[in-house]
């Protein structure tokens, strides 16, 4: 089980930092990423860390604004959101994958969190 926070409504160029507390699985076995679905549009990759915390990846449209990272010791995956923009508005989702080594479709994770709704004002 996979729960997201940390979502909220600020204005164009705020921080924000998404929590994912995970359950019921070990952790540290998986790899972690996270996901966003804006209104009328699919759930796009956002970015991916392993389960040892290394090997980050981010889509383009956020690299070297957005950070994820994870404290296997404490179950917890994050997304430290820098700089938003209102296009970053979307429900943000936690998801956790055991093995394969694509990364980048929702088909392959196997755990999803519930989505923390990110609002960025203009």
């Known amino acids: 089980q996979l729960q997201a926070s940390g979502g909220g409504l600020v204005q164009t160029g705020d921080s924000l930092r998404l929590s994912c507390q995970a359950s019921?699985?070990?952790?540290?076995?998986?790899?972690m990423g996270w996901f966003r679905q804006a209104p009328g549009k699919e759930r796009e990759f956002v970015a991916f860390?392993?389960?040892?915390?290394?090997?980050?990846f981010y889509a383009n449209s956020v690299k070297g604004r957005f950070t994820i990272s994870r404290d296997n010791d404490k179950n917890t995956g994050y997304l430290q959101m820098n700089s938003l923009k209102p296009e970053d508005t979307a429900v943000y989702y936690c998801t956790a994958k055991a093995s394969g080594s694509s990364i980048y479709y929702p088909t392959d994770y196997l755990y999803w969190g519930q989505g923390t709704l990110v609002t960025v004002s203009s």
């Open positions: 860390i392993s389960g040892s915390g290394t090997m980050p």
């Open positions: 019921g699985f070990i952790f540290s076995f998986y790899g």
